[in-house]
Every structure is written in structure tokens, then in C-alpha cells.
Nanobody, 132 residues
Framework: EVQLVESGADSVQAGGSLRLSCTGS????????VGWFRQAPGKEREGVSC???????????YYADSVKGRFTMSRDNAKNVVFLQMNSLKPEDTAVYYC??????????????????????WGAGVLVTVSS
């Protein structure tokens, strides 16, 4: 059984930082396209950042325009964990953040993260609250 479990969420003030973690079981993240998605109250879910499967130490990454330069996604293949480092947080980053994974080609990265193609596995989500 595949499980994705997010952690690291908290309530922070604007300008602060958080690091979310997603631990996977029943699958290997290094062989998956893995992404962080979020859903703010009253809004549709959106892709925040995604990375492709690994080719050695190489992979591609995608970031939504709203988080470029502030968020960084990474992966620890040995521990089967992916991270989302979030800096310079803004109130508009407040949302439930979900980790998701799918076996997919590198060429589909933007389509997966953009929500045009689906993801197979999802975590339950964690709430990040950023106050002004």
C-alpha cells in the first residue's frame, strides 16, 4: 500500500520560513514525478512545485510563478522523503499543502504540476497559515 505523509506545517508570520516534508512508503520517490500542491480556502487546487524522477543525481524541477525564488523542492532518495523549503512566506501562501506522486516522463512535468495530467498518489494534506 502506498502512503504519503506530510509534516512540518505550522502557523508563521509573513516573511517567515517553513520546511514541509513528505515521507513515502510503498513507492520510491526517485522513480516518481513528485509534487507539492496547495488549496487555499475558496480556491482551486494548484501545483506549487514538482520534480521529475532521478537520472543519477539529475532531475528537472518546476515552480509556479507565484513561488519562484522563494520555494525550493528537494528529495532525499536514501530516506525516501521530499521537502519543500518555503521562504519569505506571504499571507497568500496560506493553504492546505499536499504531496503527490506519479510515474511519469520528464516531458510531462509542467503538465502534471499544472494539473492537466493527474497524480496517482496523494497525501492527506497539512495546513500552512501565514499571518500578516
Amino acid at each position: 500500500e502506498v502512503q504519503l505523509v506530510e509534516s512540518g506545517a505550522d502557523s508563521v508570520q509573513a516573511g517567515g520560513s517553513l520546511r514541509l516534508s513528505c515521507t513515502g512508503s510503498g513507492l520510491r520517490f526517485e522513480k516518481q514525478t513528485v509534487g507539492w500542491f496547495r488549496q487555499a480556502p475558496g480556491k482551486e487546487r494548484e501545483g506549487v512545485s514538482c520534480i521529475t524522477s532521478s537520472n543519477g543525481n539529475t532531475y528537472n524541477s518546476y515552480y509556479a510563478d507565484s513561488v519562484k525564488g522563494r520555494f525550493t523542492m528537494s528529495r532525499d532518495n536514501a530516506k525516501n522523503v521530499v521537502f519543500l523549503q518555503m521562504n519569505s512566506l506571504k499571507p497568500e501562501d496560506t493553504a492546505v499543502y499536499y504531496c503527490a506522486a506519479v510515474v511519469s516522463s520528464w516531458s510531462d512535468l509542467a503538465l502534471r504540476c499544472g494539473g492537466y495530467y493527474g497524480m496517482d498518489y496523494w497525501g492527506a494534506g497539512v495546513l500552512v497559515t501565514v499571518s500578516s
